[in-house]
């Protein structure tokens, strides 16, 4: 059973940055590409990053292009999300996931994927 934990959240002026990590243990998330996903307040959780199972492909939602950056290191087992150039409405709770192997769905879709980390809360002042 995999389990996936976020970390590195937290309180931080408009403007600044935060590195997200999601680390897994009970298994190799080599093959897998990875998701990460965000959930304000009476909201819906939405599509943020994925990275493919190389680290070479990337996606983003056009609210966070240019400013968040996803990355893996395979011997950590972990993988990261680098967020710069904060803003207020990037405040939620940030989840990382694991991709199925075989999609059925957008990459963009919550049901694409497996397991879910129990997320890590990002809050931005303005």
């Known amino acids: 059973q995999v389990q996936l934990v976020e970390s590195g959240g937290g309180l931080v002026q408009a403007g600044g940055s935060l590195r997200l990590s999601c680390a897994a243990s009970g298994g190799t998330l080599s093959n897998y590409a990875m998701g990460w996903f965000r959930q304000a307040p009476g909201k819906a959780r939405e599509f943020v990053s994925r990275i493919d199972s190389s680290g070479l492909t990337t996606y983003y939602a056009d609210s966070v292009k240019g400013r968040f950056t996803a990355s893996r290191d395979v011997a950590k087992n972990t993988v990261y999300l680098q967020m710069n150039s904060l803003k207020p409405e990037d405040t939620g709770v940030y989840y990382c996931?694991?991709?199925?192997?075989?999609?059925?769905?957008?990459?963009?879709?919550?049901?694409?994927?497996?397991?879910w980390g129990q997320g890590t809360q990002v809050t931005v002042s303005s």
């Open positions: 996931a694991r991709s199925r192997l075989y999609a059925t769905t957008s990459y963009r879709n919550t049901a694409n994927y497996d397991y």
